[in-house]
């Protein structure tokens, strides 16, 4: 599938910064337009039917990732979802975090101040997790999936066996650098609490994220609370104490409305067909990187990782990248590069032509 039709900045770029920002399709541009045309002509009888809207949008993103519709929640970004979740916990729990993890996880909880341990991730980012984990046996283990630096990807396989090991922990995953990379059954993980943005792999434009939490710990998060009475009012009598915490306010139907065409558009390309894309340049991205010594040890040493990766390249380099029209961005040691399903053999090669220049 030739997708420089649908995405015109692939046209003239080789765009390896999906992990920084997705992109923009000209179908969903379109619809977005229609949208604001239909606002603008209806105004209030066109918002008077923005709550069933809404509720497609929950009813999709349930049925994509196989959660429960009650328990999936429509919020601004991963940090707003994540603040309020954690409100919502009592202020003696322990957090368990992984160093250097994106500061809007670790920042969030310290800044509350909640006791914390950490643990590095390196090669043996899971033994580390249960040496610490027997060792303080903290309530909340709260991290991303993907490391947004690096590319780390957690093993969640592994994370279905910390939840058996460890049942009363509550287990919080940031899904922003993962959600839209490849399929992930919710209900039948290990995490208790997915949170994500948008605007990276799911392709929704900005202004939206979502929430999906397991039934089993819903009574748990703001649980004094949920003991206390609901408003009266008839256009508030469908929300729960839970929605009124995670959606509060009004709703963005425009940025809602994105985030719901690409999951429908993603379903029209199959899972298989994403999974597949995507799977097929991490192998052969992280082998070529490998190849040429650009990964650090970390990196190296997993056989489990994502769709992004940071090169270790000198920052006077960088410009020669830069002028090749290649879209990456500036991270820790190196630069970061991270491929989609847009992506092609063929922009890899790209950039390994030029890395081999430089």
Known sequence: MNFQALFPILK???????????????????????????????ASDFRIEQPAFLQEVRIALSRYFNAEVAHTFLVPNFSHGFARLLEGIPASHRFLLIKEDYPAVNYSVVNRGFAVDYVLPDADLEGNILAQMAATRPDVFAFSIVQYSNGLKIDLQFLKRLKQLYPDLLIVADGTQYCGTESFDFDA????????????????????GFMLMKPSVSADIYSANQELGLPNEAFLQDRTVLSLYFESGHQDSLSFGTLYQSILWFEDLGKDFIDHRINNLIVKAKSAFEDRGLLAPEIVNRKLHSNIFNLLIAEEDFTKLERTNIKYTARGRGIRVSFHFYNTEQDLQHLLDVLDGI
């Open 12 to 42: 003239h770029s080789t765009y390896l910064n999906t992990a920084y920002s997705g992109i923009l399709s000209e179908p969903i541009l379109d619809w977005r337009r229609a949208h604001d045309q239909s606002f603008m002509d209806g």
């Open 189 to 208: 993980s290990g995490v208790d609490v997915l949170i994500a943005s948008g605007y990276k792999w799911m392709l929704g434009g900005y202004g939206n």
